[in-house]
C-alpha cells in the first residue's frame, strides 16, 4: 500500500460531519436512519459521508434485514478513540458532540 493510500483514512476523518458520525459509531452500531436523526441530516448527505467512511476502510456496515448498521472497524476502534481524547474531541469536551451523544441517549431510552 501507499503513504496515500494508508493516510485516506486520517483524511476522511477531518471533516466535522465525519467525525461526527464516527463518535457515535464508537459507543454502538447505529442504522443509517437513528444516524440521520441524531445528525439532522437528510439522507443522501448522510448516505455520501457513510459511503466514503466505508471506502476508506474507517466504518463496515452489517445488514439486518433491512436495515444497514454501521460500525466503526475493530482495527481502528482504539485509535480514534484515542484520537478524542489527545484532540479534546469528545462529548466531554466539544459541545456539538456532547448535544449528539445527549440525541442518542435519548432516542435510545424512549
Not at 74 to 93: E, K, P, Q, W, Y
Request: proline content about 3%; aromatic content about 6%.
Amino acid at each position: 500500500m501507499s503513504l496515500q493510500s494508508n493516510l485516506r483514512p486520517l483524511s476522511a476523518l477531518a471533516h466535522p460531519t465525519r467525525w461526527r458520525i464516527v463518535a457515535l459509531l464508537l459507543d454502538r452500531p447505529l442504522c443509517v436512519s437513528d444516524l440521520a436523526a441524531i445528525l439532522d441530516l437528510r439522507l443522501s448527505n448522510l448516505s455520501n459521508h457513510l459511503k466514503l467512511l466505508r471506502e476508506c476502510g474507517v466504518l463496515r456496515v452489517e445488514r439486518r434485514g433491512s436495515l444497514c448498521f454501521y460500525r466503526v472497524v475493530d482495527r481502528l476502534h482504539g485509535v480514534i478513540s484515542s484520537m478524542h481524547t489527545a484532540f479534546g474531541l469528545s462529548a466531554a469536551c466539544d459541545s456539538v458532540l456532547g448535544a449528539d451523544a445527549w440525541k442518542a441517549q435519548a432516542s435510545f431510552r424512549s
